[in-house]
């Protein structure tokens, strides 16, 4: 029969973390709950929704977490209620003992509120990882390769296979994470320090933004293991496993070529800002481009929307050089690429009007390169 203490913030903190991976529409009822398993050394919280499972673990050393275990055990509760009491609870300590018949009470100040819970045998056993050589990545340099590659991932479900990054180690160092929805690209590319095992996998992109809101900027390190179907990342207190995309993913080295017409360097600041007045008026016409003309030294925008009016603005630039060209885009697809770029500046190649063109960060600071295709207009 579980009994313990603990403080409120530090539980309710993890208990949230966990909850990112328990879905309110479950397809298995029983995937609503929270695992709570309480032994010698500490506590395990386990949400699933499964696709991603979260296991988080509160030390007894932890002094932050103010716990005290009395005896263990392992019972389930209703997820989301469960957490909305504990946020409830008036003083900053709770206590959490286990009654018959799968009843839980807890006591915080003068209150006490008893829970009905269930027999944790009714949870699904999490398929294991083998955790034999870790691939080891600081967690702020995964955390930014997901941020610039995973916004141009399919929200579509038609192809499944473009819903994911594609994430591979080539010549056991470098590391390579490619998205697509086949109307943009983002691709980032580093050398890891320490070498590891090749890999290529599929990750949904779903997964990868929870991975980044679930580890917490001071967890320094993450450990990442693979099986045939899922992934592991791992660190200290945090064990964070999703399923992996099944399929082929499609050649994207083939749509990048060194060659190009045109190329312009800009601010960055400066051409996103532009493209968000563009949008503004281009989002309120049907087919919502904006027309981006080169000729001589001067780079201007144009929107024509019937319905709302007319953005003309001139762009001011870093650099230009090559040749004359008019090609028109979405301005959501250039603004989200700005978005993910951390250099001052950002060089855009161009090959035709109706020739994908390229992104990168205009002082060469890392291996990265984003590419859009333009709409073909009369």
């Known amino acids: 029969m579980i009994s313990f203490a603990i403080n409120k913030a530090f539980f309710l903190h993890a208990l949230n973390a966990t909850k990112r991976a328990i879905s309110t529409k479950n397809a298995i009822p029983i995937l609503s709950t929270i695992k709570i398993e309480v032994a010698t050394s500490g506590i395990t919280l386990t949400g699933s929704n499964g696709q991603i499972s979260i296991e988080h673990f509160i030390s007894v050393e932890n002094d932050n977490a103010g716990l005290l275990i009395t005896s263990s055990g392992a019972i389930l509760l209703e997820a ?95 590391f390579k994470a490619v998205a697509t929805d086949s109307h943009r690209m983002s691709q980032r590319q580093l050398n890891l320090e320490k070498k590891s095992a090749d890999f290529d996998v599929v990750i949904p992109s779903r997964s990868l933004r929870e991975f980044s809101a679930v580890f917490t900027d001071d967890i320094e390190n993450v450990e990442i293991f693979f099986s045939s179907s899922q992934i592991l990342f791992r660190s200290e207190n945090i064990s964070f496993y999703t399923r992996l995309l099944e399929g082929a993913y499609p050649d994207t080295d083939r749509l990048l070529t060194p060659n190009f017409e045109t190329e312009v360097v800009f601010k960055t600041a400066n051409l996103r800002q532009a493209m968000e007045r563009a949008f503004l008026v281009s989002n309120a016409t049907q087919n919502g481009t904006v027309k981006l003309e080169i000729t001589g030294n001067a ?74 295709t333009p709409v073909r207009t009369n």
Not at 89 to 105: G, I, R, S, W
Not at 306 to 314: C, L, M, Q, R, T
Not at 336 to 344: F, G, M, T, V
Not at 345 to 367: A, I
């Open 80 to 174: 989301g209620f469960f957490i909305n009491i504990v946020s409830s609870l008036p003083d900053v300590t709770l206590d959490f003992k286990e009654m018959a018949n799968y009843q839980v009470q807890i006591t915080s100040g003068k209150s006490e509120i008893t829970l009905k819970g269930k027999d944790v045998e009714q949870y699904p056993r999490l398929q294991e990882v083998d955790t034999n050589n870790p691939l080891s990545m600081e967690t702020k340099t995964l955390k930014q390769v997901i941020t610039e590659t995973s916004f141009a991932a399919s929200t579509q479900e038609s192809r499944p296979i473009l819903t994911g990054v594609h994430i591979m180690l080539k010549d056991n160092q470098v």
């Open 299 to 372: 780079v201007s925008a144009h929107v024509n929307s019937p319905e709302v009016g007319k953005v003309n603005e001139e762009l001011d630039v870093e650099e230009l050089s090559g040749s004359d060209l008019t090609i028109s885009f979405n301005p959501t697809y250039l603004i989200e690429a700005l978005k993910a770029l951390k250099s001052e500046t950002v060089r855009v190649r161009f090959l035709s009007p109706v020739r994908p063109f390229t992104l990168t960060p205009g002082d060469d600071s890392e291996n990265f390169i984003q590419l859009i």
